[in-house]
């Protein structure tokens, strides 16, 4: 299959081609896709016929979204452009053997975390009490009860009504009511409800987790348990301000942390990375 770039070819100026992405996120199934790309300013011009080559390298793909701006607001959203084909925005996407029915212009999801939350997913073991915060359409959720059936329980908290909707249908889909439990409110509000009970947070936010680390503490049981932090961070010091952020509010609860991985999930920016931290709590007292 030629790349985008290549289809692109003597159609656009050759100054502009190496501006072309080599890579754009496909969120949907065989039977309808859309397509969400980032793209450079210099190529405006251009965006219509970009999404036409689009369409014609994945024939399933029935809408063509241009990132707008950065994530921004309560609900962490992205402002979408449509620049080619129809207006599609609900999509059924496949991902390692589960549904997620999904709006992409009223709600964030990532395709390219997939291997990430089998990642997570796989640490999990029979029995535990589970809590995902900022748990959006429910994929962190649903991948973790899928690949663990005998966890006890996933809580999953989200704060948009939207996602939170998507969330419900998805635990239904994949037939996860008993074990997928969704919850509609604020992390700050709805966590502490769950206070000693949990033996693993997930906490999925890059960008402002730490502000939740309280909450994921006060959720542990007081034996301890493992927490999946996840933190944006500059390449000068990729590892250290994530750790200790997560090092300084456990001390504050009486728990010490060990860091059993640390890792890159995906660039974000120039020099700059989303990172996921598995860090094993202990109790001190215990």
């Known amino acids: 299959m030629p790349s985008l770039r290549e289809l692109l070819k003597g159609t656009l100026p050759e100054d502009l081609l190496r501006l072309v992405p080599s890579s754009f996120d ?4 065989r039977e309808g896709a859309v397509a969400v790309v980032e793209m450079h300013e210099a190529l405006e011009p251009y965006k219509g016929i970009i999404a036409e080559k689009i369409m014609e ?10 990132k707008v701006g950065g994530r921004e607001g309560e609900y962490r959203l992205r402002e979408l452009e449509l620049i080619g084909g129809e207006e599609v925005g609900e999509v059924l996407h496949r991902e390692h053997g589960y549904l997620l029915k999904l709006d992409v212009t009223r709600v964030y999801f990532s395709p390219r975390e997939a291997t990430e939350r089998q990642r997570v997913a796989s640490k999990v073991q029979p029995g535990e009490f589970v809590i995902v915060m900022f748990a959006g359409v429910g994929p962190f959720a649903i991948a973790i009860a899928r690949r663990q059936p005998l966890v006890e329980k996933v809580i999953a908290i ?20 008993e074990k997928v439990v969704p919850i509609l409110g604020d992390v700050r509000e709805e966590a502490p409800k ?46 250290k301000r994530g750790f200790e952020l997560v090092r300084r509010a456990a001390e504050e609860h009486g728990f010490e942390a060990e860091l059993l991985e640390a890792r890159i999930v995906s660039p974000y920016a120039p020099r700059v990375y989303k990172l996921a931290f598995d860090v094993k709590v202990h109790s001190k007292s215990l």
Do not use: Q
Request: hydrophobic share 40%; net charge positive; glycine share 4%.
């Open 26 to 29: 496909i969120i949907g199934s």
């Open 194 to 239: 769950f206070a000693e009970k949990a033996d693993r947070v997930v906490m999925p936010l890059p960008k402002g987790a730490y502000m939740y680390l309280h909450e994921a503490f006060t959720c542990f049981k007081k034996k301890g348990g493992v927490l999946h932090f996840y933190f944006w961070d500059r390449e000068d010091d990729l590892f």
């Open 158 to 177: 989200e704060i948009n009504p939207i996602a939170y909707r998507y969330m419900v249908e998805n635990v239904r889909l994949n037939k996860l009511e």
């Open 57 to 66: 390298l994945h024939k399933n793909v029935r809408a063509v979204y241009r």
